[in-house]
């Protein structure tokens, strides 16, 4: 497939990319697509989803806000910001298992991130801005961190990158997407300011648990009360209950949290919020292990548990009941011990992986990958994942599924 953009890929995207073209040549024809050709396209296509409220979300925010006057490169802006609207938009159709998924789902993302940037850098030429140009080199870069690597993308909750982060409207927080799946997210709420504070909030028809690390000191809030928090934790939300984080200290607290919903495109739909303002002194303070807290566990302990485990293993620290309401359906979050001899990951649905200690290696879809501390990555349905641990020091992950409660 032609290239005039310069456009960087691995080998095994540059192939795919060429399957794809030959197929639709041919009247998109199956013929000639191999199985592994569809699993390392599912893997660049969810890759690229994550950016349904990354990249591509703040490059269109970006760039209609920046003044232009040449009318030529006001129409080349203006195709980027259809493109960019586009490979948003993309994010609510599902990524198939078939041989669609390399000639419709991969190629269609593919082919608009070419076009968008080729957009971006044609109205950068025409107008001379340095804003503009700023813009597209930074989308570029974004692009190239999936298209040239090996499919399986890696992304950290450790800061919040230029250009690739959402501010949720009526509540001012930054999210940083991390992992996009079919129905659940696992992101980062990036709190800037002395605070550091999560704004209290519910969702109608979405769950979530919010990750605490250490050192932390705070106050969360679930329903009509709160506990006090001095350690990590991970803190189940069902639906329509009050949440929220008071910090307690001068330290920053950024909050990475699962997010999901069977009845949405539960991923990515995060205007299903409303603000509920309230004061914590009209609030009861519980214990954080109290029935009031809903199952919230203690996350750093469970992992030095899991940690000191012998053989390979994998249970659930939150089951799917604790937040399954009304078939919006349940985040699941386990924990893992990955040893030297290696464990092979259920494959049954979309996982998320954190991993939490040490280092190793994970294979699927005919690719491996180093993986080490506060990497994520997502492992589509049906994809069988082999992690295995490298180096002395333990290794452990979490994962989190959606699934009905029952």
Known sequence: MSDDLNFRTHPAYAHLADVAHQSHEKGRTPLGIATEDIARARLYSYAYRLHTIGAFHATRQAVQKQPLSDPLAEAHRERAVELLTDLANQGMDPVGDDFRAVVSTFNRYNCNVRRAIGALERAHRESGDREIGRFSARF???????????????????????????VVPNLGIT??????????????????????????????????????????????????????ITEGYAMPIPPMIRHGYVNASDMTHHVPFIFGSLKQAGWGVFLDVEAQPMNLAQMQKVSIRGPQMGHTVFLERSIAACAEKIPSLHYPIIPASVTDRDGVGGLELSVARITKRGFTLPSDVFRIISVERGKGVIRMAGVEQTIGPRDH???????????????????????????PGN
């Not at 040239?148 to 990158?161: C, Y």
């Not at 799946?181 to 648990?209: C, M, Q, T």
């Not at 990555?377 to 699934?403: W, Y």
Request: hydrophobic fraction near 35%; proline fraction near 7%; include cysteine.
């Open 140 to 166: 570029r870069e974004i692009m190239e961190e999936i298209s040239a690597g090996n499919g399986i993308h890696l992304t950290q909750d450790m800061h919040a990158p230029e250009q690739a982060s959402f």
């Open 175 to 228: 999210i940083v997407p991390l992992v996009y799946g079919d129905h659940h997210s696992w992101n980062l709420a990036y709190l800037g300011g002395p605070k550091s504070d999560v704004p209290f909030h519910r969702h109608h028809e979405g769950v979530e648990i919010h990750l605490g690390y250490g050192p932390v000191k705070g106050n969360t809030v679930l329903g009509e009360c709160y506990a006090e």
């Open 377 to 403: 990555l997502g492992i589509p349905s049906g994809i069988p994942a082999f992690l295995r641990q490298e180096g002395e020091d333990p290794m452990v992950i979490l994962d989190a599924i959606i699934k």
